[in-house]
């Protein structure tokens, strides 16, 4: 319905943002680690999920779109509704979640609030069976960049796969990867160097 809310923020609190739309106030749940970012009469541009059910109608909004693919995806799980999303990446924000999903890391998504190990577990299990299929595709393009440990874990593989996930195509993420600098080599900053040159920054 909305694809984003563009204007001046009115009101931040931490998991609410109003956005002020040509006199309009959009008023939009987000994570803390949107709203940390947001301060009042500041200009921004907030990427919108609009939910709808019998009992609840609520926009939901955030600062990149990673984070709303993230939210979306977190919402696919069974069991998981907005609530515990945005928990989730107030905990764990894209670069982090990924990391856990890839991992197996169910523990740091029960640091969220009202998220138990059983529904932490299915979704890592379900997130990862999504993940996996993207590493799947980017082990044959990354298999040459040289990020794979004494250990065997290709750190370049697993960035390249958590960044499918998050929507983009493996030769964005590929190019995305170049010059990352050498002492980069943990897969959480790959991903965070390659989600700054995605955006631009």
């Known amino acids: 319905m909305f694809y984003y809310v ?8 931490p998991s609410l943002a ?7 106030g959009y008023a939009c749940s987000t994570s803390r680690t949107t ?18 059910r019998e009992d609840l109608v609520q926009m939901f909004g955030f600062l990149d779109l990673e984070e709303l693919n993230c939210f979306r995806m977190l919402l696919g799980v069974s069991g998981v509704g907005p ?7 107030s ?9 856990s999903i890839i991992t197996g890391d169910a523990k740091l998504l ?18 990862r ?20 440990t004494p ?24 190019q995305a990867m170049e010059g990352c600098p050498a002492e980069t080599t943990e897969t959480e900053g790959i991903i965070r160097y390659c989600l700054k040159r995605l955006a631009g920054s």
């Open 6 to 13: 563009e204007g001046t923020v009115a009101l931040t609190e």
């Open 18 to 24: 109003v956005i002020d739309c040509g006199g309009v």
């Open 35 to 52: 709203s940390a970012q947001l301060k009042p009469g500041q200009k921004t541009r907030l990427y919108t999920h609009f939910y709808c």
């Open 83 to 89: 609530k515990a999303a945005l928990a989730i990446l």
């Open 91 to 99: 905990e764990a924000p894209p670069s982090k979640l990924a990391l």
């Open 110 to 127: 029960m640091q969220a609030p009202g998220i138990g190990k059983k529904i932490a577990q299915r979704i890592v299990l379900e997130l």
């Open 129 to 148: 069976d999504k993940m996996g299929q993207g590493q799947g595709q980017a082990e044959t393009g990354a298999a040459t960049l040289p990020a794979q």
């Open 151 to 174: 250990g065997g874990v290709n750190h370049t593989q697993e960035a390249v796969a958590a960044l499918m996930v998050l929507g983009y195509s493996q030769a964005e993420a590929l």
